[in-house]
């Protein structure tokens, strides 16, 4: 398989919100109601909010695409800026920075180097936008996640709080120097 890493555009904006209704639920905690995160997805990861996700200029949105059947298999997100969570500000020491929002890959694409490859690609794009690090949360209980951040240099730098359907989960906080 030969995968390509672009910019998203807004005619990604269907194929970006399936990916993500397929991926975001593997990332939730064992326990969360599947009716919770069918309106996380709806509210947050839609076709209408990944076209608004695209055009908004304080993020970049990078998609990972196989270039033999034209499918998005791959996507991460991008927020420039400071934290605006008080606990993330206090926890990333490297200013400027750039919060790694969503990194999801396909689960039949798992351990074909798609992840490596967009995850490259999301350092590119940081250094490129001038940024001293890349920041993400995650769930404490996504052990497959935190292993492969680790495996790229992410470390452990703080806590967050993170609300899915009224439900507040623990998040670590992940910190990259690039």
């Not at 969570?85 to 200013?95: G, K, L």
């Given at each position: 398989m030969t995968v390509s890493i672009r910019l998203a555009s807004a005619s990604d904006a269907p194929r970006l919100a399936h990916v993500a209704a397929i991926t975001f639920p593997l990332a939730c905690p064992p326990g969360t109601a599947l009716v919770e995160i069918a309106r996380f997805v709806t509210t947050h990861l839609s076709a209408e909010r990944f076209a608004e996700y695209a055009a908004d200029p304080d993020r970049t949105v990078l998609v990972a695409v196989d270039e033999e059947t034209d499918e998005v298999v791959a996507y991460a997100m991008l927020v420039e800026?400071?934290?605006?969570?008080?606990?993330?500000?206090?926890?990333?020491?490297?200013?400027?920075?750039?919060?790694?929002?969503?990194?999801?890959?396909?689960?039949?694409?798992?351990g074909q180097g798609v992840a490596a490859r967009l995850m490259a690609a999301v350092f590119e794009t940081a250094v490129t936008d001038g940024a001293g690090s890349v920041w993400l949360g995650v769930n404490t209980e996504n052990g497959r996640a935190r292993a492969f951040y680790a495996g790229r240099g992410f470390e452990g730098v703080g806590t967050r709080r993170f609300v899915v359907g009224g439900r507040t989960h623990d998040d670590l906080v992940l910190e990259c120097e690039v």
């Open positions: 800026g400071d934290p605006s969570d008080d606990d993330v500000s206090r926890s990333v020491a490297a200013r400027p920075t750039v919060e790694l929002s969503k990194f999801y890959v396909l689960p039949d694409r798992h």
